[in-house]
Nanobody
Framework: VQLQASGGGLVQAGGSLRLSCASS????????VYWYRQAPGKQRELVAT???????NYADSVKGRFSISRDNVKNTVYLQMNNLRPEDRAVYYC??????????WGQGTQVTVSS
């Protein structure tokens, strides 16, 4: 099972994007799925978490603007990003506890926000 992030792009400040994280080969392996991001010159940071029961958690910097959700039929987790800011520019990755432990991040998806 691999996780593949997609849906990034270029958007103006105040705009929206929806990222997708697809689990190839079947359902997500673990209870939690995470969205991380890494901006140029910065460490990777946790943006949002969703658990199988639908509970969610967000970094303070995105609360009220980003929303994480999951479709267990499509084996996909989404990150709806609204009111994007230039500081949201980063490569976004989805991950689960195993991929984090193995340091397997995939290519991620680039989000660029123009001011």
């Amino acid at each position: 099972v691999q996780l593949q992030a997609s849906g990034g792009g270029l958007v103006q400040a105040g705009g929206s994007l929806r990222l997708s994280c697809a689990s190839s080969g079947g359902p997500f392996r673990f209870n939690a799925v995470y969205w991380y991001r890494q901006a140029p010159g910065k460490q990777r940071e946790l943006v949002a978490t969703i658990w199988r029961n639908g509970s969610t958690n967000y970094a303070d910097s995105v609360k009220g603007r980003f929303s994480i959700s999951r479709d267990n039929v499509k084996n996909t987790v989404y990150l709806q990003m609204n009111n994007l800011r230039p500081e949201d520019r980063a490569v976004y990755y989805c991950a689960d506890p195993l991929s984090i432990r193995l340091d397997h991040w995939g290519q991620g998806t680039q989000v660029t926000v123009s001011s």
